[in-house]
């Protein structure tokens, strides 16, 4: 698992990477209480705002962490929101994306970078 430095971590499995945001996130955005979620087969450039979240404190968005097409998307946030609450790092997970170049997750955060940047 690699961090971005907008609380986002990313899994690679070959081309396919899952996308979702970290604990410190979540905890930061407070209860989430509601998602809006890509479409599948939506081409994405590295940066492009594709998910919106909003929460009790505030609104905010997802940017694509790299290059490609989404392929799935969690549709289960869209009825129960509050999973990222509950379990950030795993079932509620994002979407996935089929990437151009999984070598450029190379320049994302190891866990203890990710610690070192968020002060932990």
């Known amino acids: 698992m690699k961090y971005t430095e907008d609380h986002e971590w990313v899994l690679a499995d070959g081309d396919i990477v899952t996308v979702g945001i970290t604990e410190h996130a979540a905890t930061q955005l407070g209860d989430v209480v509601f ?22 404190k505030a609104a905010s968005d997802i940017v694509a962490p790299l290059d490609g097409e989404i392929v799935e998307v969690n549709d289960a946030l869209a009825d129960t929101p509050g999973m990222v609450n509950e379990d950030p790092l795993g079932t509620a997970w994002f979407f996935k994306i089929k990437v151009e170049d999984p070598g450029a997750l190379d320049e994302y955060m190891t866990e203890d970078e990710y610690k070192d940047h968020i002060g932990e």
């Not at 979620?37 to 009790?56: F, Y």
């Open 35 to 56: 998602i809006e979620l890509p479409e599948v087969e939506t081409m994405v450039a590295k940066g492009d705002e594709i998910v919106v979240i909003e929460s009790v």
